[in-house]
């Protein structure tokens, strides 16, 4: 915004702090420097912006004073006046401004040589913090419900047969077995950790599972835990693992997709909130009841950025690999995707299988989209080998092949 007077004038701008009776003026500059100013034949009003130079001064409009100031919560009102408010996550003294009356819990913009500016809520606000977390808020947990839910079962997992044999025993030996395992006296699992690059099907396997046994599907997305809030990601996670251990079911399963975000390795140079983060999360998986009917799945494609405490007996100790689809893996993926569609009978599933080296199961599943786009703006009902050859051409656009294939 730019000022025009009626004449150059070249001076400072400073606000007027406190004007005492005998007509000393106490000023502040933009930078928060003071001085106090004498002589003025005519006084200036508390608040008001001047623009001062060598000899003369005026009433600047109040648009032309960028304030430095910072809001907070008053928690405490001292014998003195002062105030103790709540800024940031941190406490800090304010001292009192005349003519303005603050109380516990009002808001308030502050600086820190005039004190309190004005008052923001004309009520005390007593859950302003709380009101602000709940923007923020971690989300817990989405407990993905079974009714209404396709029925998927391990038949739909294309490929990998070693993998999904692997992480079944795991989990139903904690379900399904588990009466058998008390009576001998075996520590039950608690953990399974899914490692692998991305797209290659952890979630969705993950999904399966708990269908299979009937288990009550808890998902948890390991980055929307974090929150800039003190103690707020710590008690979404224990939320998560309450509601878990009261599934109505009985049986539940937690599982955190990218868990490398809040159980990274803790280091010197680890941030608190991490460091609370990991502690919390081991706290909780060792303090399982032994009848509970819980298990924790978690899944990650940075095996090694993780903090090797997890990682122990009793916590994800059990580790399930997940590599990049091989040519069988592809051709067996490419099948189940196209069950749910309209095709014709005879597809090309080998030669795709053959010409997607390195794709992920998300990589795959582009094709059957590019081609059934192509069928539709044909105005056909069913996906043809063409159509499936288009799909792969145009998908193969868009993938970028990050990790080669495991033989």
Known sequence: MVFEYPEVLDGDLMKVVRVDDDGSVFVRYQDDSCATVTGLTTLPKRGDILLMGNGFWRVAPPEAWKENSEVGIVRRVLDDGGLVVETAGFLRTVRATEGINCIKGHAIEFNTVEGVLRILSETPITRLREELEAIDEPTPAKVVPRAGTPKLGFADFGGFGDVVAEARELVESQFRYRKYAD?????????????????????????????????????????????????????????????????????????????????????????????????????????????????????????????????????????????????????????????????????????????????????????????????????????????????????????????????
């Open 183 to 407: 009576q001998i006296g075996v520590r039950p699992l608690r953990g399974v950790l899914f490692t692998g690059p991305s797209g290659v099907g952890k979630t969705h396997l993950a999904r399966i599972i708990a269908r299979e046994t009937d288990a009550e599907f808890h998902l948890v997305d390991g980055p929307s835990l974090v929150s800039k809030w003190v103690g707020s990601s710590e008690r979404a996670l224990r939320e998560v693992f309450a509601r878990a251990e009261a599934a109505a079911s009985g049986r539940a399963i937690i599982f955190f997709d990218e868990i490398d975000s809040i159980a990274e390795r803790r280091t010197d140079h680890s941030s608190e909130t991490s460091s609370r983060m990991v502690g919390q999360l081991l706290t909780l998986m060792d303090g399982f009841r032994r009848d509970s009917a819980v298990i924790v799945l978690a899944a990650t494609n940075r095996p090694e950025a993780l903090d090797p405490a997890i990682l122990r007996a009793g916590r994800f100790d059990r580790h399930v690999a997940f590599r990049v689809p091989t040519e069988y893996d592809r051709r067996e993926i490419l099948k189940v995707g196209a069950r749910p569609l309209q095709t014709d009978t005879d597809l090309p599933f080998e030669d795709i299988a053959a010409l997607t080296v390195g794709w992920s199961a998300a990589d795959l599943g582009l094709i059957w989209t590019e081609a059934g786009m192509v069928a539709a703006r044909d105005e056909r009902s069913r996906i043809s080998a063409e159509d499936m050859v288009v799909g792969y051409e145009r998908a193969a656009r868009r993938v970028v092949i990050a990790v080669p294939e495991t033989v």
